[in-house]
């Protein structure tokens, strides 16, 4: 059998940072010099890798739609050379992006996981040389046909997965799912999670985010300030509700706000502010209002994946009620059903 390829894409991101004056940069070239000394990486039982650099190395908290495109493009123009796709990227942003790319990524069959680290490649403890590792091993020898994010000893599901924690290396998590994948002292994949195989052609969707709006409920919130900002151009809502998905039901303001953003054709979209868990929009009556104004439930999906899913759905050119009917079903195993 010919030796295994992946390709690493390097977008920015901790991984590849070093220390500046005002802090941690990407340094250009860095990164591609460090993988060359690092004797795991370059053993003959290691796949072979190819690295890129992308030209504009960026800490993810910059990372734009377009961002996306070019790392879906990168991938697409690759895409028969090579195994599996490793796109290191920073953790800030690193779940907006899985989500995104599960999507954009249209019959994709071959692993693309996104990962990084939190502390420097070139730095004493670097979390990035097992995350990297790890990575590589996983897209060069599985058939793992999604988007995924590998973090410290757990691989996920991209549009599942959650940045939880600012500085440990358990920095991710999969709330609403189960890891795709534990790595220990074995690697232990469930493959009766993985998203099918097809045979479909892999294809690239572009997508251009219209202007959607994320707000999160608090006592006290101004339904003013919610009518404000539902003004045109907002075409989507994504309303972070308290627990399984309830809002205050006495707040009649409230209620004429969103019921008036929907009639307009404003797809609003429940998403709990809870880490875990979803929405069911019949448990309780101030959940049940909601619906009534014409709120679309985005049941266990993060918050990650409901906006990047609205931002592909509105890229289709679907008619309003084709999007509210697919944001309720699952498309990349985004959801559970
Ligand atoms: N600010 C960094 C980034 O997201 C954090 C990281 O990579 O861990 O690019």
């Known amino acids: 059998m010919s030796q295994r390829s992946v390709y690493i894409a390097y977008t920015g991101g901790t991984i590849g940072m070093k220390k500046t004056a005002n802090g941690f940069a990407p340094e250009a070239g860095y990164l591609t010099q460090e993988l060359k000394h690092l004797a795991d990486l370059n053993r003959e039982d290691m796949p072979h890798y190819e690295i890129h650099e992308y030209p504009n190395l960026i800490d993810s908290s910059n990372i734009t739609p377009h961002d996306w495109f070019d790392i879906a493009e990168d991938i697409k123009s690759r895409y028969h050379e090579f195994d599996g796709f490793v796109i290191l990227h920073g953790t800030d942003t690193m779940a907006y992006t899985a989500s995104a790319l599960s999507f954009m990524l249209e019959d ?10 939190q502390i420097p490649f070139g730095e004493l403890r670097s979390d990035g040389r097992d995350n990297l590792i790890t990575s590589v091993i996983l897209a060069a020898s599985y058939h793992i046909p999604e988007v995924c994010l590998f973090f410290h000893d757990r691989l996920y599901r991209g549009n599942r997965a959650q940045k939880i924690d ?40 572009k997508i251009e985010p219209p202007e959607i709006a994320v707000v999160s409920i608090f006592p006290g919130m101004s339904a003013q300030m919610l009518d404000n900002l539902l003004i045109d151009p907002i075409k989507g809502l994504i309303l972070q509700t308290y627990g399984m998905g309830n809002a205050p039901s006495n707040d009649k303001a409230f209620l004429k706000v969103i019921e008036k953003a929907t009639k307009r054709g404003v797809i ?22 909601l ?8 049941f266990d999906m993060t918050t ?29 195993g985004e959801m559970t059903q």
Do not use: W
């Open 291 to 298: 619906s009534q104004c014409g709120v679309i439930s985005g």
């Open 166 to 205: 600012a500085t440990n290396f358990h920095a991710f998590g999969s709330p609403n799912f189960p890891p795709l994948a534990k790595v220990g002292t074995t690697i232990d994949i469930d493959e009766t999670l993985l998203i099918k195989a097809n045979t479909r052609p892999f294809n690239v969707r």
């Open 268 to 289: 609003v979209i429940n998403i709990s502010q809870c880490y875990r868990g979803r929405v069911d929009m019949q448990g309780y009556e101030t959940g049940n209002r």
């Open 108 to 117: 994709l069959d071959k692993p693309v996981i996104v990962t990084g680290s």
């Open 304 to 332: 990650e994946a409901a906006l990047t899913k609205l931002y592909y759905l509105f890229s289709l050119g679907l008619s309003r009620n084709e999007i509210a009917k697919k944001m309720q079903i699952s498309l990349r």
